[in-house]
T-cell receptor, first 114, second 114 residues
């Protein structure tokens, strides 16, 4: 079991460029999440998908879009990157959307926008 | 909106010292509480969680936490830290019935010196 995998590990973009961060899980989990981690701010939820076919906004969704491609995969897209989106991005998954369900995190993608 | 406060941002301890990291949340309803750890260069891992029952929960690597409802607190403790405990520690909360959206504290960076 690989758990939660993310690609790429590192990425440098110029302002205005677009890119998609990929996430996949092999634990047959129903729910998936995207967070960003910034120094001194902890992790903040960008978008989540409670189940296949559904997505919803989190705390900081502006500038991002997501796609729940199938049960395994949940991608995060930056249409026009801005320096404020420089961050470390973590994908997570959980068995279900119940509040006590443990979330398992991927290794992260470190994104720099120049 | 719920929030999580971690008052200690940086903690430095010597090996064998005792550890207590504070965590307070602001939400009047029923919550589920988590402590995650992020070792240098690694992804977040679950240390322990509380959702019901005995308010004293034990986690991996000798960590424990106590839920005190009247104080809205979920402090993390370890009687004797090791150098390998050097990491960043995050407290997080979800609302029961509110989906599985984690709200994180800002994290505590723990450094254990030999």
């Amino acid at each position: 079991n690989a758990g939660v995998t993310q690609t790429p590990k590192f990425q440098v973009l110029k302002t205005g460029q677009s890119m998609t961060l990929q996430c996949a899980q092999d634990m047959n989990h129903n729910s998936m999440y995207w967070y960003r981690q910034d120094p001194g701010m902890g992790l903040r939820l960008i978008y989540y998908s409670a189940s296949e076919g559904t997505t919803d906004k989190g705390e900081v969704p502006n500038g991002y879009n997501v796609s729940r491609l199938n049960k395994r995969e949940f991608s995060l897209r930056l249409e026009s990157a801005a320096p404020s989106q420089t961050s470390v991005y973590f994908c997570a998954s959980s068995e279900d959307r119940l509040g006590a369900s443990t979330q398992y995190f991927g290794p992260g993608t470190r994104l720099t926008v120049l | 909106a719920q929030s999580v406060s971690q008052h200690n941002h940086h903690v430095i301890l010597s090996e064998a010292a005792s550890l207590e990291l504070g965590c307070n949340y602001s939400y009047g309803g029923t919550v589920n509480l988590f402590w995650y750890v992020q070792y240098p260069g690694q992804h977040l891992q679950l240390l322990l969680k509380y959702f019901s029952g005995d308010p004293l929960v034990k986690g991996i690597k000798g960590f424990e936490a106590e839920f005190i409802k009247s104080k809205f607190s979920f402090n993390l403790r370890k009687p004797s830290v090791q150098w390998s405990d050097t990491a960043e520690y995050f407290c997080a909360v979800t609302k029961t019935g509110g989906g599985n959206k984690l709200t994180f504290g800002t994290g505590t960076q723990l450094k254990v010196e030999l």
